[in-house]
Nanobody, 125 residues
């Protein structure tokens, strides 16, 4: 059974940085795509970033390109989201998600089968 446990959320001022972590267990993740999905109050969910665990290919939604970086640590079975130059509009619950697959492109939340509990990120102006 896949388990995803997030950590690292919190309150930060605009322009600041946070790093989210997602500890994954229960499977060998070589053929999985891992993602960070966020949902802001009153808005739909969106895939912020995704990565092919084995090959390292990545996807970013346009609004975070150049500011966020997704990465994996295979030894620790952990996925990270480094968030820099944070903006108030980045405020949301961020969840780690996983799905089987190899191709990373045009990612949608509905594609993902496994989810963490989510962590709150609040960016003050």
């Amino acid at each position: 059974q896949v388990q995803l446990v997030e950590s690292g959320g919190g309150l930060v001022q605009a322009g600041g940085s946070l790093r989210l972590s997602c500890a994954a267990s229960g499977r060998t993740f070589n053929n999985y795509i891992m993602a960070w999905v966020r949902q802001a109050p009153g808005k739909g969910s969106e895939v912020v970033a995704a990565i092919n665990w084995s090959g390292g290919r990545t996807y970013y939604t346009d609004s975070v390109k150049g500011r966020f970086t997704i990465s994996t640590d295979n030894a620790k079975n952990t996925v990270y989201l480094q968030m820099n130059s944070l903006k108030p509009e980045d405020t949301a619950v961020y969840s780690c998600a996983a799905r089987t697959g190899w191709v990373v492109q045009d990612e949608l939340p509905t594609q993902y089968n496994y989810w963490g509990q989510g962590t709150q990120v609040t960016v003050s102006s």
